[in-house]
C-alpha cells in the first residue's frame, strides 16, 4: 500500500512535536470527515506560551507527500507561498468588484461601447471644464486619472462657495478623483418670493439666472436615500411657489437654489498651482495605461479636432439678450399622428417660460426661447419625398390638437421641422462616414 490508498511512509517526519500530533490524533477521532481535507499547523507567536492550531483546506496525504519529497522546510515555504498568493488575487478581485463595477460592464453583460483612451478622456474632461459645462464641486471619476486639478470657470472660489455637506462627503470620499478649482464668479443666491397683485401665479426667476445642481443633488439625489417628499419641497421653497405658512421647518434660506454670477471684472486673478505631491507625479506617471477601462478592443484615432473652448460669460457681461454661443432652444421629437401628448408639451412651453407674448413688443433684456417640434413622418430608412414638407404643414393644420400652434402670434417661439434621419446622421461628424454599414441594424426599430 502506498500513499495514494493513505499510508504514511515516515510517521515520525509528519509531526514537529508532540503537540502536533495529539491535536491532529484528536482532531481525527472527532471529526473524520474534515480530517481528510484539514491539515492544521502550529504557528508559534511571540508573546504566547504555546503556538495556535491554524486548521487549512490541505489534505493530510497531500501535505505528508509534499513532505516526503520536499522536507519540512521546503514543503511549508510552498504552502505559505501559495496561500499568499491567493489571498493577493482575492484582494484584487474584491478591489475591482467594488470599485470598477461601472467602467467593467459586468453589471448588464452588454458589450462596451468606449472608443475613447484614458489619454482622450481627459482632454475631453478638460475642455468641458474649461467650456463651463461643468458647475459642480463634485469629484472627477477616479478612472479618468485626473492629476493635476482642472481650474474651473463655472464654480466660485473655495471661500465663496456655500457650505454643503456634498463638498464634504464628495472630497473625503475613498477612492474619488480630484475636485476643480474654482476660478469663477461669485454667486448671488436669490429668495424668490410671490408678490402682489398676481399672487395666485408663481414668480418667474430674474433674467441670467441659474440652478444650482449641487444643492438639488444634495436633496434629491435618490441613489443616496432621499425621499421624493423632500425634493419636490425643496424644489417648491427655492422657486418661490411656497406661501411660507408652514410650521414643520425653520429657516429654509439654505434651500434658495437660484443664483445669478457676478460680473467677470469682480473675479480674482487665477492661484498659482502648488507643486504636485508624490501621489500626483505618481497618478501621471501612470496615466498613459488605459488598464481598468471596460472599452472595444479598436478604438478610434487620437482627438485632434478639438476646437477651442469658449468660456462662460456671466449674464451680466453678455452684451444681447441671448447668448450666441449657447442659443436657448427646446428640442422635441415626434413619431406619428400629432395628438394630446405633444400637445400639452408644448402648453407646458408656453406656460412656464419667458415668453412675452402678451406684449406688444417683447422686453430688450429677456431672452426669449424657442421650440422646435420635429415631426419624423415615416420610418427612419425612407427617404423623404419633395413634397413632404408641404404635406406635413397640410396635416398639421387639419389636426386639431396641432392646428392652434401654426397661429401667426407663435411664429417666432414654435417652429415645426420636418425630421430627415439621414441628413442628421450626415451631419455628425464621427458617424458620416460610418453608419450607412449598420443601417440594416440602425433602422431596425
Known sequence: MDIRHGFDPDPLKRYGNGIEEVQHLSTTRNSRLASRFVTHFSVPLPGLRRPITVPLPIPPAVWSYAVVKLGRKKASWLVWSLLFTLGWFLLLGIRKWEHGSKWNGDD???????????????????????????????????????????????????????????????????????????????????????????????????????????????????????????????????????????????????????????????????????????????MIKQGGSDAGLWSREVLEAPLTNLSKPIPPTPHVDIKTACDPNYPRIFHMFWAGPFNDKPYVAILSFLFTQNLGLHLDKPEAKVCRPQFWMWINPGPAAAVPNPSAVGDMFRDLSNNPWASPFLHPRFKDVIQFKMWNTTEQLDSIPELKDEWRAWKDNLFNS
Open 108 to 282: 448588464d453583460g452588454e458589450e462596451p461601447t468606449l472608443v475613447y483612451g484614458r489619454e482622450d478622456l481627459r482632454r475631453i474632461w478638460q475642455w468641458e471644464i474649461d467650456s463651463g459645462h461643468y458647475p459642480s464641486i463634485r469629484p472627477i471619476p477616479y478612472e479618468i486619472r485626473m492629476a493635476v486639478q482642472p481650474f474651473n470657470p463655472a464654480v466660485p472660489p473655495l471661500k465663496d462657495q456655500r457650505s454643503s455637506p456634498l463638498a464634504q462627503s464628495t472630497s473625503a470620499a475613498r477612492h474619488q478623483g480630484p475636485s476643480t478649482i474654482g476660478v469663477g464668479s461669485a454667486r448671488e443666491y436669490f429668495n424668490i418670493t410671490v408678490q402682489g397683485p398676481n399672487l395666485a401665479y408663481p414668480p418667474r426667476v430674474p433674467p441670467g439666472s441659474v440652478a444650482d445642481l449641487d444643492m438639488l443633488y444634495e436633496h434629491c439625489a435618490f441613489d443616496t436615500n432621499k425621499y421624493v417628499r423632500d425634493c419636490l419641497e425643496v424644489l417648491r421653497v427655492g422657486a418661490g411657489l411656497d406661501n411660507g405658512r408652514h410650521t414643520r421647518r425653520g429657516n429654509t434660506e439654505h434651500w434658495n437654489y437660484i443664483f445669478r454670477e457676478a460680473p467677470l471684472s469682480s473675479r480674482e486673478p487665477i492661484p498659482k498651482r502648488k507643486p504636485l505631491t508624490i501621489k500626483q507625479k505618481k
